[in-house]
């Protein structure tokens, strides 16, 4: 299977179409998720991103009135969902690695199955704050950002792994994606110091970068700009969500950190449902889609979020 970094090369110019899958709740069919991934098959995906989640901290009420704390996962399943998709599209997965919840050694031991599977790919990212913390603490023994799970991953791609000391191991071959904020990461206290902390990332070794999700093209051509005047020369993906319902004017920007802009915004308040905010969400993402492919972005990266209807339409459009 190949790179990200090949697919993007061979594209030569073209602007390519990926998508981004969630593992389904602890419990649920895998056949749903695989079911929704099926008519997206149509435009050629030649990589499909898996999210990854960490642990959680739940309190759960007991019959005789005290109360369990329990750490579970909600959605796990990342590297076997990355392996059916491998093993039914022959499409190449990028599973996301994080550092929260992981040491060092688990990480290396994550990253070793991923390699006996034929996975040439990673996404690197910190992760979020395990729920329902507001701060992200590292594991003892494990990574407080991403540019440091970086540097284990690009140091297994030269043969170094922990613990082995000079003597030179069989070399993985991990192609390393980042992530990056347009509208900056919400903990970084300006722009300038979330793009010291980017370019970082690429000098430790990663490939490319998928940025956040933005809802105005105008501030992902200002950040690549910013990246190229810093010397950061990397394909930069765009990340784009197609809003689903009128309540996601609220929960996304909040969730995410970004503004909406006004027209959009005026647009989806004007909406007397969910169907028609959909219908705006989905003409929206195409003229986003056609505005940034007329742009020649290296390739649009679609946040699916379980469902695939909207994603079809935006593409049978754009591609
Ligand atoms: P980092 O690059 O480590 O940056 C985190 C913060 O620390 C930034 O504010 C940065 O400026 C600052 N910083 C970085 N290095 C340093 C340093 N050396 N010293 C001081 N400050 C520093 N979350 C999940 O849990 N699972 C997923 O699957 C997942 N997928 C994602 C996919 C994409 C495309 C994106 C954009 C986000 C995803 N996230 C996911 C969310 C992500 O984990 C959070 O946004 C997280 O808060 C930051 O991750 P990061 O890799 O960008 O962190």
């Known amino acids: 299977m190949a790179k990200v970094s090949d697919h993007i090369r061979q594209a030569n110019g073209k602007t390519i179409f990926s998508i981004e899958v969630i593992p389904p709740i602890k419990g649920d069919n ?25 642990e959680e901290y739940i309190e759960r009420p007991e019959p005789d009135g005290t109360i369990k704390k329990i750490v579970t996962r909600k959605r796990p399943g990342t590297v076997g969902i990355c392996a059916a998709i491998l093993h039914r599209f022959g499409v190449d997965p990028v599973p996301h690695v994080l550092c929260g919840g992981f040491t060092k050694d688990e990480t290396e ?88 902390y980017l370019k970082l990332k690429i000098e430790n070794g990663a490939d490319y970068i998928v940025t956040q999700m933005f809802f105005d093209n105008r501030k ?37 950190h970004l503004e909406m802009p006004s027209d959009f915004v005026k647009a989806v308040e004007a909406c007397e449902n969910d169907t028609q905010a959909r219908q705006v969400g989905i003409e929206w993402c195409i ?29 049978q459009a754009v591609f």
């Open 30 to 54: 895998l056949k749903n998720l695989l079911d929704n991934i099926e008519p997206l098959m149509e435009f050629r995906p030649p990589f499909i991103d898996v999210t990854y989640h960490r």
């Open 220 to 256: 992902y051509f200002d950040f690549v700009k910013r990246c190229r005047q810093e010397g950061i020369t990397v394909p930069i993906i765009p990340g784009l969500k197609p809003l689903t319902t009128r309540r996601q004017l609220q929960v996304l920007p909040r969730l995410f």
């Open 109 to 196: 031991d994550f990253l070793i199955d991923l390699n006996y599977l034929g996975i040439d790919n990673v996404l690197v990212l910190r992760g979020d704050p395990a729920k329902p913390f507001d701060t992200f603490k590292p594991k003892t023994n494990g990574y407080s950002y991403a540019s440091e799970l970086v540097r284990q991953v690009a140091n297994m791609n030269r043969g170094i792994y922990l613990h082995e000391g000079e003597t030179p191991m069989t070399p993985s071959n991990f192609c390393i994606g980042v992530a990056a904020y347009p509208e900056k990461h919400f903990e970084a206290i300006d722009h300038d110091t979330d793009f010291n």
């Open 287 to 315: 003229q986003q889609s056609r505005e940034l492919t007329k742009a020649g972005v290296p390739g649009l990266h679609f946040y699916t979020m379980g469902k695939s209807d909207n994603i079809v339409k935006i593409a």
